[in-house]
């Protein structure tokens, strides 16, 4: 059994496919962060969530290949 403090996660601003765009903003600044929660599978899954000044909030649950915040 894998002890989940020791399990690396890959947490990065989420970034479209596009070279141009380096991070997603909401108008309230607000950016959008996403976050593996599975690794090595074609459908693995993943969490994005928006760093705001408050805090945070939760955006979804998506899969590896789909880019929508």
Known sequence: MVRPDTVKRDVHPYAPATPSVLNVRRPDGAICWRVALQRESAVARRLHYWRTH???????????????P
Do not use: V, W
């Open 54 to 68: 408050d805090g945070y909030e939760f955006s979804r649950g998506a899969g590896h290949d789909d880019y929508r």
